[in-house]
């Protein structure tokens, strides 16, 4: 099922939808040349089209609404700790070619736990990640995490790592199995806010007592539907689909 789901994953790009348009239709410009000739047009208007970030960033919004940003001063003395999720540290091969810690644009999951230790030192981190890639090589996210961590001037028993999981399912079920670790204690759960109504709705289902702390955001009260930017649009379609499918198929398997 990993590897299913990252092939899936991959046919989530717009652009290799429209990659596909135009291959078809060059493929078929002999023997149906008038269907050739549309699927030429309609890989145009679908690269036109996906530009177009309002309808991508309407969808994000949704998903990054159902779960209220925490105030900065909020009291969090019932919690015992954070559970970090995986996916803001570049690949492992990165990280290995230097020496300073490499995060990607989803940096706030590792920066804002940082900023709840410095306020509230009663908290641990406990991250989770293992190599959610399919081909990746190299080191673990929880190894690339405690690169920053430590850089940070975490060290010791104030973070926890989990290194074997893959996805999200794994992370609720393989970090609940950590020595030490009591889900019925109140925790924080810390990822990008259009991915927190599955994470939440997986963690809990795994018998956790989390409250979600969502970060990384990409729209604000609403989405802008006055932006257009083909890479940019790219971007956004593919983040959608892929949470949204990941959001039916997680429901299919009974992990919500």
Same mark, same amino acid.
């Given at each position: 099922m990993f590897v299913l789901s990252k092939l899936v994953g991959y046919l989530t790009q717009p652009?290799?939808?429209? *990659? &596909?348009?135009?291959?078809?239709?060059?493929?078929?410009?002999?023997?149906?040349?008038? *269907?050739?000739?549309?699927?030429?047009?309609? $890989?145009l208007l679908a690269m036109l089209c996906m530009g177009w970030m309002g309808p991508p960033e309407w969808v994000i919004n949704r998903l990054e609404r159902q779960y209220a940003e925490m105030p900065l001063d909020a009291d969090?003395?019932?919690?015992?700790?954070?559970?970090?999720?995986?996916? &803001?540290?570049? %690949?492992?091969?990165?990280?290995?070619?230097?020496?300073?810690?490499?995060?990607?644009?989803?940096?706030?999951?590792?920066?804002?736990?940082? $900023?709840?230790?410095?306020?509230?030192?009663?908290?641990?981190?406990? *991250?989770?990640?293992?190599?959610? &890639?399919?081909?990746?090589?190299?080191?673990?996210?929880?190894?690339?995490?405690?690169?920053? *961590?430590? %850089?940070?001037?975490?060290?010791?028993?104030q973070v926890q790592y989990e290194s074997v999981s893959r996805n999200t399912f794994e992370n609720a079920v393989l970090t609940a199995q950590l020595?030490?670790?009591?889900?019925?204690?109140?925790?924080?759960?810390? #990822? %990008?806010?259009?991915?927190?109504?599955?994470s939440m $709705? #997986?963690?809990?289902? $795994?018998?956790?007592?989390?409250?979600a702390y969502p970060v990384d955001f990409f729209t604000g009260?609403?989405?802008?539907?006055?932006?257009y930017s083909l890479g940019g649009g790219a971007g956004r379609w593919e983040l959608a689909v892929r949470e949204l499918l990941g959001l039916v198929a997680y429901r299919i398997k009974g992990r919500l």
């Open positions: 652009l290799l939808w429209v *990659f &596909a348009l135009l291959l078809l239709g060059l493929l078929l410009r002999n023997r149906k040349p008038q *269907f050739a000739r549309r699927l030429l047009w309609g $890989a969090l003395s019932d919690y015992v700790g954070v559970v970090v999720l995986g996916g &803001a540290t570049e %690949s492992g091969a990165l990280q290995q070619a230097h020496v300073q810690p490499q995060l990607n644009g989803a940096g706030e999951r590792m920066t804002a736990p940082v $900023a709840m230790l410095l306020r509230h030192p009663h908290l641990r981190i406990v *991250f989770t990640g293992g190599e959610g &890639a399919l081909f990746g090589s190299g080191p673990s996210e929880a190894d690339r995490a405690k690169v920053f *961590f430590e %850089s940070m001037g975490l060290t010791g028993k020595p030490g670790i009591d889900t019925k204690q109140r925790w924080l759960l810390v #990822t %990008s806010a259009f991915h927190m109504p599955r $709705a #997986t963690f809990e289902k $795994a018998g956790w007592n989390v409250t009260t609403e989405a802008t539907w006055t932006n």
